[in-house]
């Protein structure tokens, strides 16, 4: 009878909790006097870290303790993980170390499902360690030698299995009891990690009771597609209590559902973190992971190798190759989806004397995915290993031997949302018969390690194919448009049928596919095996487009450009590039006007994500006047205003004092109306009263040609009244006509002969001032001015380029002077270091300056997180320094100083901040007012 496989969660996932080779933090560190022994063992361990105030033994069993040594009594048989984790006086985790400890003999036998439904496969396995055969009576008539053998029975009733468990201490013995029951509803309840969790974090949900034969159906309670998967991660969109259910369906076609609720909100603190790095050698690919109590895949991971190197692709768990021997010390941040974020560290030993352990982790670091398989002539076996060693050979036993060279990321069932890699190698035997395969691995010190796993080769053998999806090396699923393999084994040719569409008739074990779009598919294959025997076995994979979020600044007041996007790319494989529907090709952008701005990323695989976004702007502040004109030397003038637009309510400051939208009972004058809106924009309104029968006065203008500039005019017209006129402006000048005015409010009263008055009041405006904005990225230099007048022209130094964008520039100091409309001009200045002083442009150090632009002071803040040289300097955009306000070694922390222009003497203008943190240089530009 065949089944229909749901495969396991990810193969090999069940190894991974020991997948390391020697991993360990550097400087913490332990000893045990025994590491193996039988039933009652009581070992000491010596604490020999370096590192770290205050220590936490957890020992696996239950209990812990809290100090430096310690020795502990193991009283059931079992493999316990030792886990040191070192503390400094904040008590932030600075290490850990892990050792298995190996308590010989069976302490118990279980068998899932139970009940079950006759012909469903049912799976017994000994709880205990150190066994090297197995005797089982299943209690039908059958019986096996394997660990842990998988066993149908054909009929109802009640069935009692017995092991015999053999081990260096002796033989124990077990059995368990098996119900077979065609009314056998299945065990639907399930566990999930944690009570609550923040908005798109991914988090992990398992059964309790597992078996190839179950049909699993999730669903998750917000409206998402259900999953078949036996244990899924799920990340849920917004806060809220979801309540999710698991239905489960057995081989007798009988359900059961269990349900339970998790709470989604915005404001979910960190649990338990830590990081490892494993020791290793010099070029070695060493592996480093993050260590979460709660098998929550976070939103992003940042790591800093401690070497000049990061990776920002936003993984748990990382490979990297780390160039000298030495102790670097490795940061990760780690952010989750309430946008909150934590910094763990640890310390990567890189030494000479590192070597590669097979049998660190309890003989789980090589071998086959499933220790029972038993294979047919013809079939493909993988052999494993974890981690990455380019030099290794494994002698087969039948007279051939082969390099492993496939490198493949698993997921590490521990939901840290990184990928841990083993390296595999497959080989079919010709022949029947048991083999006895032999590893040996060589790490870049030369130094080795060998291991030996036996394969078993036999005839009319049912099939044993598993299929799993290579886990993503970028985050917690595959995009669309991403290649990625897709691997079967335990048989010799294999039907594959993607989902999608697409099929592979009579392929091989090794396929490599990429879907159109988001969705979630089920990937199913018919396997034939060499003896014959076929079967159908299936799993799901998760596939999402590309995602960006991001955050806007909208335009202060209408017609201004001080709009700002930034934006993050959630998913996607980098390095990325970006285009928006401007020209503009950097990844955030500012000095933006009103409007919406289209942003297309391009990842490294080429898939492309459009993302409009819209920078808002508030309608125009309109003020509409009306004027009642004076009677000749009477106080029965008047203005009433209709205001629009802006964001209401409104505020009134008229230049004779009053703050009314109204003024009455006022003689002929000129008089000037500031309107102010509660978002801070406001309109000046030059407005006349003139005498009825009086002189009327109306003017042409002209306006500065540039910021801060003197050379706008005013020519009065006067007509009506009585001539001859005299003339009284604000500024005491006494002609009819202006000139060499600046920005400001300028009023004239022009009196008749018979005393009779007219008025004109005129804003003269000048253009905002030209800033060339000169920024830097990608081996590009690039002016994104804003002010001035359009259109705008360009003139590099050194090289004479006329272009907004100098791309492939090599590294020095590079000057640009921008001339708008009006001839107006603003020099800028960028600086391109070599790769040893890469200047940020982003904020990794959280560097904020407010405000900016700025009257008197500005504050500069920023963060250091590690113990590092630190000079903050502020200088002219000539490189002249005006004020250094840091210049000494600082621990890690976030710091605030403030520049004082006043006490520094400087005028308005633009001004450079450097700081230089280590071999790091940051640039911001400030701008006093």
Known sequence: MKHV?????????????????????????????????????????????????????????????????????????????????????????????????EVKGLRQVYVNPNPACPYD?????????????????????????????????????????????????????????????????????????????????????????????????????????????PQPYHKFPAPGNYVVTLTLTNGCNKQNTSQDTIKVAPNVPFDYLGAVFQAGC????????????????????????????KDTTNIASVQHSFPDTGQYNVMVKVMNGCGNDTTVSTVAD??????????????????????????????????????DYAQNIWYFGDGDSGVA????????????????????????????????????????????????????????????????????????????????????????????????????????????????S???????????????????ISTDVDIMDMDITGSTDDVSCNGEMDGSIDLTVLAGVGPFTYLWDDGATTQDRNGLAGGTYTFTVTDANGCTFTYPVDINEAPALTVAPTIFDASCGNSDGGITLNVTGGISPYSYMWNNGATTANLSGITAGAYSVTVSDSAGCYDV????????????????????????????????TVSGGAAPYTYAWNTGETTEDITGLTDGNYALTVTDTVGCVGALSVHIIEPKELVANCSEGGGDVMSNPTGGTSPYTYLWSPGGATTATVTGVTPG????????????????????????????????????????????????????????????????????????????????????????????ASQPGTYLVLIRIGNRLITRRIVQM
């Not at 988001?518 to 159908?536: E, F, K, L, P, R």
């Not at 590079?814 to 009006?822: A, I, R, S």
Request: charged share 15%; aromatic share 12%.
């Open 5 to 101: 496989l749901r495969a396991r969660a990810m193969l090999f996932a069940w190894l991974l909790s020991f997948l390391f080779l020697g991993a360990n933090a550097q400087q913490v560190n332990f000893t045990a006097d025994v590491t193996t022994g039988c039933d009652s063992l009581n070992v000491t361990f010596t604490n020999t870290s370096t590192a770290g105030v205050f220590y936490n033994w957890e020992f696996d069993d239950g209990s812990n303790y809290f100090g430096t040594d310690t020795n502990h009594l193991f009283t059931q048989p079992g493999n316990y993980t030792v886990r040191l984790i070192a503390f400094d006086l904040s008590f932030q985790v600075v290490g850990m170390k892990e050792m298995n400890i």
């Open 121 to 229: 496969e049912v799976q017994f396995w000994p709880e205990g360690a150190g066994g090297t055969s197995f005797e089982w009576d299943l209690g039908d008539g059958n019986t096996s030698s394997e660990e842990s053998p998988r066993h149908v029975y054909g009929d109802t009733g009640t069935y009692t299995a017995y092991v015999i468990f053999h081990s260096s201490c002796g033989a124990d013995t077990d059995s368990v009891v098996v119900t077979l029951d065609t009314n056998a509803l299945p065990n639907a309840s399930f566990r999930v990690d944690v009570d609550s969790v923040c908005p798109g974090d991914q988090v992990r949900f398992s059964p309790d009771n597992y078996s190839d034969g179950f049909d699993y159906d999730w669903d998750f309670g917000d409206g998402s597609a259900h999953v078949t998967q």
């Open 282 to 309: 010099p070029g070695d690919k060493i592996m480093g992971y993050v260590v979460s109590s709660n098998n929550v895949n976070y939103s992003a991971y940042m790591w800093d190798f401690g070497d000049g190197t």
């Open 350 to 387: 890189i030494n000479t004397n590192a070597v590669p352990d097979l049998e660190s982790c309890g003989g789980s670091c090589y071998g086959q995915p499933d220790p029972n398989g038993q294979y047919c002539p013809g079939d493909s076996v993988v052999l494993y290993f974890a981690g």
């Open 405 to 516: 060279t496939m490198v493949i990321p698993v997921n590490d069932g521990g939901g840290d949302g990184g990928p841990q890699y083993v390296t595999i190698i497959q080989h079919a035997y010709a022949d029947t018969g048991t083999y006895t395969a032999n590893l040996v691995v060589v790490n870049g010190c030369g130094n080795s390690d060998t291991g030996m796993v036996q394969v078993h080769i036999g005839n009319g053998l049912p099939v044993k194919a598993e299929v799993f999806v290579t886990a993503p090396t970028h985050g917690p699923t595959h995009f669309s448009c991403e290649p990625f393999q897709v691997l079967a084994i335990g048989a010799s040719t294999y039907d594959w049928d993607f989902g999608d569409g697409n099929t592979v008739p009579a392929g091989g074990g090794t396929q490599v596919h990429a879907y159109g």
């Open 518 to 536: 988001s969705g979630t598919y089920t990937i199913t294959v018919i396997a034939t095996n060499g003896c014959g025997a076929t079967d159908t």
């Open 685 to 716: 309104l030059p407005l006349n009263v003139n005498d009825m029968g009086g002189p009327s006065v109306s003017s042409a203008n002209s306006f500065p040609l540039c910021y801060g500039g003197s050379d706008g005019a005013i020519d009065a």
């Open 813 to 904: 100091t590079y000057y640009v002077t921008v001339t708008d409309g009006n001839g107006c001009t603003d020099e800028d200045s960028v600086i391109v270091v070599p790769t040893a002083l890469n200047p940020v442009s982003a904020d990794p150090e959280g560097i904020a300056i407010y405000p900016n632009p700025f009257n008197g002071s500005t504050k500069i803040r920023y963060e250091l997180q590690s113990t590092d040289q630190v000079r903050l300097a502020v200088t002219d955009l000539l490189g002249r320094e005006i004020a250094v306000l840091v210049d000494e070694t600082q621990v890690p922390g976030t710091y605030e100083t403030v520049f004082d222009a006043r006490s520094q």
